[in-house]
């Protein structure tokens, strides 16, 4: 099994900067893939950035300019660094993991608020 861990978000400023982190723990050595998306009250939850054998990386058209994917092999971890946020990034993020098998995990989720 594989078990991730976000933490990094918090109250925010718009204009402000966060960068969120996930760690993945367990049987994560057959991960491929991991990534961010979010979800707000009453909203679907939608994806926001991914990244792939650690250099391959795509985002949502919302994000793009703003956010950035990185990840470390080593450290089993993904990053998110959020820039130039916005009222409308409000939203609980999630961190996300594919393995090479199709296994998909989801993290608990972590809270960026950014006030107006």
């Known amino acids: 099994q594989v078990q991730l861990v976000e933490s990094g978000g918090g109250l925010v400023q718009p204009g402000g900067s966060l960068r969120l982190s996930c760690v993945a723990s367990?049987?994560?050595?057959?991960?491929?893939?991991m990534g961010w998306y979010r979800q707000a009250p009453g909203k679907e939850r939608e994806f926001v950035a991914v990244?792939?054998?650690?250099?391959?990386?795509n985002y949502s058209s919302s994000v793009k300019g703003r956010f950035t994917i990185s990840s470390d092999g080593i450290k089993n971890t993904v990053y998110l660094r959020m820039n130039s946020l916005k009222p409308e990034d409000t939203a609980t993020y999630f961190c996300?993991?594919?393995?090479?098998?199709?296994?998909?995990?989801w993290g608990q989720g972590t809270q960026v608020t950014v006030s107006s």
């Open positions: 367990g049987e994560a050595f057959n991960i491929n893939t």
């Open positions: 990244i792939s054998s650690g250099i391959i990386s």
């Open positions: 996300y993991a594919r393995s090479r098998v199709g296994v998909h995990y």
